[in-house]
């Protein structure tokens, strides 16, 4: 089994930035992508960023390009979304997930393994 576990959400003003993360747990040696969704009050869930396993391959959603920065630190099985230039439309709960498979998916059932959630605000 593999544990998510995100972290570093909160309330930022339009403009801001934020950094989340996500450490992974249990049986991690199988987990190749990892994702970001985002999910706001009445809208279904969205792709935000993905990252390879070596870190060398990204995706990101059109929304979030050239805004968002997807990392990993696998000696601490760590993932991390730097958003930058925050705007009150990327408020959401945002949530990490990751698939045992290499693809860089989009979509929400092309995902193995998901977190809890961490709420971002952002006011105008």
């Known amino acids: 089994q593999v544990q998510l576990v995100e972290s570093g959400g909160g309330l930022v003003q339009a403009g801001g930035s934020q950094r989340l993360s996500c450490v992974a747990s249990g049986r991690t040696s199988s987990l190749h992508a990892i994702g970001w969704f985002r999910q706001a009050p009445g809208k279904e869930r969205e792709f935000v960023a993905a990252?390879?396993?070596?870190?060398?391959?990204?995706n990101y959603a059109d929304s979030v390009k050239g805004r968002f920065t997807i990392s990993r630190d696998n000696a601490k099985n760590t993932v991390y979304l730097q958003m930058n230039s925050l705007k009150p439309e990327d408020t959401a709960v945002y949530y990490c997930?990751?698939?045992?498979?290499?693809?860089?998916?989009?979509?929400?059932?092309?995902?193995?393994?998901w977190g809890q959630g961490t709420q971002v605000t952002v006011s105008s």
């Open positions: 990252i390879s396993r070596t870190g060398l391959s990204t």
């Open positions: 997930a990751a698939d045992r498979s290499p693809w860089l998916g989009v979509k929400v059932d092309e995902y193995d393994y």
